[in-house]
Structures are given as structure tokens and as C-alpha cells.
């Protein structure tokens, strides 16, 4: 709880409007995409990178936690007051600072929502690549939190393979500058990596500058079924090994298929084991040949359908399957637990028979959606928060997962975080040594431990 | 000085063979690529992980200095005894250990030469992307630790960008992994990011994962000079802001080219105030559009003269400039200070203004080979280190240019490190927070100061 005089002072700095205690608003920032909810003390929305330093000031005096939130849409509880505190949102710390395409990169404030940077660097036929499904909400601020990737990732990479430089507020309410607009720098540690990902625990983000590529000119996009999971698996790793790198190569199973079906009316062959969905982007001329070449390579390795997009609509409506996946895997049951294991590519269709083989284990509904081409999976768990018993399977399912998934030398997550979701599992990937090291970072930086002290550590 | 008996107990980890103290053996580890002579006490040449483990017990017990030294081709001493201590050489720990070529990454041990990497994998069609100028003799583990980049930055980015896993020995002896084969991982603060580029500071590397791309199958190289240096900067930006991501987009200023010319007989148009030297890689189709584009960019901006070499050995002709420029260079006089200063591309002419002016203001002999398309200058200070009067002058250049670096948005080191050289400018650069940040990490990692203490921090 926080004292009505301290209250008053964090009102002074932001402004009445700003800070806000009702129930709504509390409960309104009581959950983020994990589901799970936490009622926080308060919700602070500040304006300016000068209020955010007073703000932590006080809270840090005080010791007050402090949880910095963009869209809450991440889904490891990164971004909810498991132990209480307050909530900084970002929605007016929205703004586009600077576009500077001789240097092609952009600074923006931490609040600007993904596909509006998207659009806006468009205009001068550049694109920023990181494009995490919730991109239409999700911020550029959450997305370096919890260095967000995306399908373009095979090709493109990740959140920290685009950022250059941060301002970031201390817990002690100072303010540092790391990196910047130069494209390669080596001074001293490299503590805007290290920001990166590290879910609001560290320092809060008030500048963001990040790297453009020039827009693609032209996209080839194919669908491929197949009725054998080996047979796609094999696809994925002969496409990888030809040399061409795609900027997308997706993987929807059975499961998932059969849901989409349902849902929404398309129509998949019965035999369909898996879907991919692939595409490449460039030049016109090489893309056009890489296309030719999948096509070639899919049907040689038993695809029982080839579809290859030959008009932006055409490869729209390919895209589609993948589009509903989450809302109509959402649709079957109250929840969807959407996991992150990520296994070297050539471990694919060998994690996939895992989970097919858990599902049967603790009698759970399971789909994968994968990133296949780095290896990244998402099984979709269908499910019923409020079902204690199914919970308890999911949990001892999870726990096997995760184990194979670190056996295989994979990450407990690709891109979404470790947060609350997964904290329990850091001692399968890290040895104590590496553990200690990481609090002991925390501890340099938030001594008092004020900042999202309920996150993964 | 290191007690007799802790100097037995070091053998007694490596074996007599590999602890070296002769007054021959001190010398030849005295100085890299910095020039400046610092005495160690002694080299242990460990074969594996344990003994480096071993190693590290005995030195943080007896606080003994440890600095780790690749093929010691650094060029801000960062891997010299500038306090005493021991060096730790790497040539026995050299073995490339696994390439993989489905997961594209290959695991190796630190004292691996870039070249013999780039080499080998070769053989699967793929490509090692970092090429710092020291290739041939530079090991992958110093390449990490200097976070090295090389002409194919524009393109590829720096080694930051490729390393996926490591395996540390921190100075208590314990050992941690981080990262692993997988091409994403948001698991943890990212502790491989924070060693690489931490110049031995924080811990020992025993096992680099690194990421490997497809090996292009096509280039095309070209090779363009400008009588005006504004039009040859003009040229660059036009280059990259056509969309066009080229591999490398060298620059080298008159000093240079007189050196070169004066050096081996190349000739090159009296009117000549910058060459750019231009390649582009990628699919043949494309690649050849490519060229010609940037030969109409060149012409269209004023070049006196473009050379689009058609065949690899002439390709290789276009090279031999750029090739020949340390060399050259380093004859002048008896030591040439290769600075690395790094600014926002856009303002590259300037930078390079601000440098003929230094040269001029203080006297000095100063060429520029830059590698334009990412704003990373090289300035080539031909001198003599053991005039202390023209060394007195270099430092008031140095002290001006990186001023004016910082003040442009730039960087102390794109790819060089900071080190001895550059420690007395990080305050430029960073805010005593930042600093204290660093410093903080530095102790968590090696709470007892014994690893490369004299380096940047």
C-alpha cells in the first residue's frame, strides 16, 4: 500500500490525471497477456523522461516496486505487480522522435506501438524487421523488454539484432545513455544488449534507437502441404541448407489445421500432417528463382500440395491459415497457453513428436505453431485456467517439455520471455554460478530491488 | 613477482612445457598491436578447460593479474600486463570443434584463426561473416573479446552478430554456459552479448558458438576515385539510400593514396581526393544489376573514373589498394596509430574535414582509410612513438578529434576496443553512472580485480 503523502508526491510530479488508484483502473492493470492477475498498488502514466526520473526517486526512497508495462501483451506475466506496486504505462510516451534515413535508423519514444513505426518508415522504403504477432499493439518499449522476434526472424533475426542506442532511467533516478546512431560500436560493456530483454528488471527505457534495412522490393510466398511431419521437417532443413535464406518459414501441425478448420471454414486435405508457409523476400529477379526452387524442393520431398502466390491478394489469403491460428486455437477452450521452447532447426520434427507425445501422455490438446526456421516452436496448450487438475497435467507435461527441450541444447524461451511463466525452469538452463551472476547484475543496477521485482529472477 | 611455489603450482596444472618465464618469453609478450612495452611476470599456455579452471583458482586466491591474449593483433592493448601478471596464451586451444551446417553455426575454441574458420567452412558452402583486417592471424576468441568487425560490416554486421554461445571460466574457476545453438534465446539477461566485447575483463572463454550464413555465390567489386571528397561522401549516401546493401564500401583519402602510390608503383589520377572501393554479394542475378547501379551512382555524382572488374582476378586487382594501405602506410615512418573513431554515416565528410584540419593545426602526417558505409574512420597517424614532443602533439589531436566524435553522435571504437589506448576518453563517452554501472559488473563477475585489470575500466 502507499501512504496518501506519497501518493500526493507522485501526483505532483505526473499531474492528478495521471495517477491512477480506482478499482477499474487497478484491475484494468491487474493482468497482462500470461492471464494470471495481480492487483497493483497504482498505475502512474508519465509524460516525460523527466517525470519517469522523479518517479523512480521516490519509489526507490520508499521502496516502492515499480513495473514498467507497454501493451501487456507478452505472455510471461513480465509486466504485472506479482508483488505488488505500481505500474508504469507508456501510452503518452508515443512519439516517433526522429527518422533519419541517410543513417536508416530511427529514434522513438518507448510507447510507440510497432506496425505505427512500421508504417511510418514505409514512406521512406524502409522497413524495421522485428514483427512479433502482436505488433498492431504490442510497443516498441515491450518489444526491447522482452527482445521480440517474429516470423521474419529466420531471415531478419530479432528485436536486439536492430538496437543501437538507449537513454534508460536508473532506479536511482539518473540517466544514462548507451550506444546511439552509429552502426558498430565497442566502448565499453555493452550494456544496451544487456537492457535488452531484460523485462523492465534493469532500468526504464525512455529513448530507443533502433536500425532500419531498406523495404524489399518484391515477396514470394508458398504454402506446402504434406502429409508426413518428417517429410515438411526434412523441407525446412533442405531450403536452410540450399543456401537461400527465407525471411518466413512457419509450421502448422495437425492439430492446428483441424481447429483452423473448424473455425473459420478453410479447408485443409485430410491427410495434411503439416502445413508450411514460406516465403522470401528481395529483388525481383532472385526472389522469382528462390520461389521456383522451394516449389521444386517441397514437391521432391513429398509435399501433396503446392501453392505458390502469384498476386499480393493470393499471397494474403496463404497467410490467412496462419493469421486465425491463435484466435481460433483461443476459440476451443477458455484459455491458450502459448509456450516458446526453442531447439537447434535440425531437432524439429523430433520435439514435435514430443509434444504430440505429452499431449497423449496427460491427456492435453495440444497444436504447434513453429517457427521452424530457427528451431522456435509455439505449442498452443487448449485449456481451462480455473481446471486445477488440467493445470496440474499441463504443469508435469511442461516440466518434461522443458527438460527434453534443454537436453536437445534449446532455450526455455525463442521469444517470449522467462517472466512468471518460467522462472521455475532457469535452473535447467543455468548453472547457480550463471544464476548468481545475473542477480548480481540486478543488484548493480537496482540495489534496492524496486524494479519488476516479481520477474524472472 | 609470482612466489616460487605459486609458480610450481601453475606448472603443476600445465606442465613445465607451458608455464613460460624466460626473459625471451617475457619479451615476446610484452606488447600487441598498441606497441606500448608492459613486462608480465609469465605465460601459461593451458590445453583445456580444466586447467584454465585450475589456473584461476590459484591466481584469485594469490590475486595474481590473468589477462587472456588471442594472437595479441590488437590495437588498443587490451591484452597486455599493463599492472604484471600472467599472460594466458591460447595456441593450444585451437580446434574448431563442430560445424554444423543444418543448424548453420560451428562450435570452437578461442584459439582458432579467423582465416582457418572462414576456410573450413568454405567446404559447406557457407561463411564466417566477420573479416577484421587481422584475419589471417587474429583468433576467434580475441575477435569476441574486441567485438572485431571488418570491411563486410555494412552488410554482415560485427561479430556481436554472429555469436550465439559461450562457454566461461569466471576467475573463482567456476564455469558457465550461455546461449547455445539456437538462433534465438531471450532467457536470462544476455550474458553473452555482455562478454563479447568485454576485452577479457569479465571471464575466459573455453567454447565460442558461432552463427554461419549461406556463402554468396556472386560479387561484384568497383573501384571509383572523385577529385571532390564531398562527392565521393555524396556517392556513399546515394549507394545506401537506393536500397542497395552493399558488402563493403571502403574509402581512402589522398594521404593514403600517395602513400600507396609512393609504396608500390600504383598509380592513380592526380586529381584523385578519395577512392571508394565498392562490392556487393549475393545471387548473380542480382548482384549484377547491383553494379551496374552503383557504376551510374559513381559516374552520376562526379567520379573521374569507375573500374567494375568482371572477372575475380581482376576483382582482386581492385583490392590490392586497400590491401596494401597498412603496409604502405607503416613504412613512412617508424609506427603508424591507427585510430578508429565512429560516427553517424551522414556525417562522414565532415569527420574526415575535422581530421585534415587536426593534421594540419598540430603538424601531423594523418591519412584516412575509412569504412564508409557504416562511418567507422580509420585515421593512419604516421609517427614515431619515441618522440615525445610530436606524441604530445598527437594527444591534443586525439583529444580534439574524439571531442568532436562524441559530439557528432559518434563512438570511441567501432570495432578497435578501447583498452589502454582509449580509457582516458570513456568519460567523453559515458556518464559517470554508466561508468559506475560498468564498474559494478566488472566486480560481480571479478569481485577480486585480477582479470585484465588494466584495461578500460
Known amino acids: 500500500m502507499i501512504s496518501t ?51 523512480l526517486r521516490v519509489a526507490n526512497r520508499e521502496k516502492i516496486n515499480i513495473i514498467p508495462r507497454g501493451a501487456g501483451t507478452n505472455i510471461c506475466g513480465s509486466s504485472v ?40 518508415v514505409a514512406q521512406y522504403s524502409l522497413m524495421y524487421p522485428p514483427d512479433p504477432a502482436s505488433l498492431f499493439v504490442s510497443t516498441i518499449g515491450g518489444n526491447v523488454a522482452l527482445n521480440a522476434g517474429g516470423p521474419r526472424g529466420v531471415k531478419y533475426g530479432v528485436t536486439r539484432d536492430y538496437l543501437l542506442g538507449l537513454e534508460v532511467v536508473l532506479p536511482s533516478g539518473e540517466v544514462i ?31 530507443i534507437t533502433v536500425r ?7 515477396k514470394a510466398t508458398l504454402q506446402a502441404m504434406f502429409s508426413d511431419l518428417d517429410d515438411a521437417a526434412k523441407t525446412v532443413s533442405a531450403i536452410i541448407g540450399s543456401g537461400i535464406v527465407p525471411t518466413t518459414l512457419e509450421l ?25 508457409l514460406i516465403e522470401v523476400d528481395g529483388e525481383a529477379s532472385s526472389v522469382e528463382g528462390q520461389g521456383e526452387k522451394i516449389e521444386r524442393f517441397c514437391k521432391e520431398r513429398g509435399a501433396i500440395e503446392v501453392e505458390r502466390a502469384s498476386t499480393p491478394e493470393e499471397a494474403d489469403s496463404l497467410w490467412q ?31 514435435i513428436r514430443k509434444i504430440v507425445e505429452l499431449a497423449d501422455k496427460y491427456h492435453l490438446r495440444i497444436g504447434v ?30 516440466d518434461e517439455l522443458y527438460e527434453v527441450t534443454i537436453a536437445m541444447g534449446g532455450t526455455l524461451s525463442g521469444e517470449h520471455g522467462i517472466g512468471i511463466a518460467k522462472d ?29 521485482p516479481g520477474s524472472f529472477l
Chains 1, 2 share one sequence.
Open 5 to 55: 503523502s506519497v501518493a500526493d508526491e507522485f501526483r505532483s510530479i505526473v499531474g492528478d490525471a495521471w495517477f491512477l488508484d480506482t478499482p477499474e483502473d487497478l484491475a484494468t492493470y491487474s493482468y497482462d497477456g500470461f492471464l494470471p492477475e495481480f492487483m497493483p498498488d497504482a498505475i502512474i502514466v508519465p509524460g516525460s523522461r523527466d517525470e519517469i526520473s522523479s518517479i
Open 81 to 120: 505487480a506479482r508483488k505488488g506496486g505500481i505500474i508504469i504505462a507508456f501510452h503518452r510516451l508515443n512519439k516517433i522522435l526522429e527518422i533519419e534515413p541517410e543513417n536508416m535508423c530511427t529514434v522513438v519514444q518507448p510507447g510507440v506501438v510497432n506496425a505505427d513505426l512500421q508504417k511510418e
Open 177 to 207: 545513455k548507451t550506444g546511439g546512431k552509429v552502426l558498430k560500436s565497442v566502448s565499453g560493456y555493452d550494456l544496451t544488449r544487456l537492457m535488452c530483454g531484460s523485462e523492465g528488471t534493469l532500468g526504464i527505457m525512455t529513448e
Open 212 to 218: 532500419l534495412v531498406p523495404l524489399p522490393p518484391a
Open 252 to 276: 502448422i501441425d495437425r492439430v492446428v489445421l483441424d481447429v483452423i478448420a473448424n473455425f473459420g471454414g478453410a479447408k485443409f486435405s485430410k491427410e495434411a500432417e503439416a502445413l508450411l
Open 321 to 351: 491459415a496462419r493469421r486465425t491460428a491463435f484466435g481460433a486455437v483461443a476459440s476451443v477452450r477458455p484459455n491458450c497457453i502459448v509456450e516458446d521452447a526453442t531447439v537447434p532447426v535440425k531437432r524439429l520434427s523430433e520435439i
Open 369 to 398: 505453431l513453429a517457427h521452424a526456421g530457427d528451431g522456435n516452436l509455439h505449442p498452443l496448450i487448449m485449456t481451462d485456467l480455473k481446471d486445477k487438475e488440467e493445470m496440474a497435467r499441463i504443469d508435469k507435461a511442461l
Open 424 to 452: 521455475r525452469f532457469m535452473s535447467l538452463e543455468f548453472s547457480e554460478s550463471a544464476i548468481d551472476i545475473m542477480r548480481g547484475i540486478k543488484k548493480v543496477f537496482d540495489p534496492n530491488n524496486i524494479l519488476n
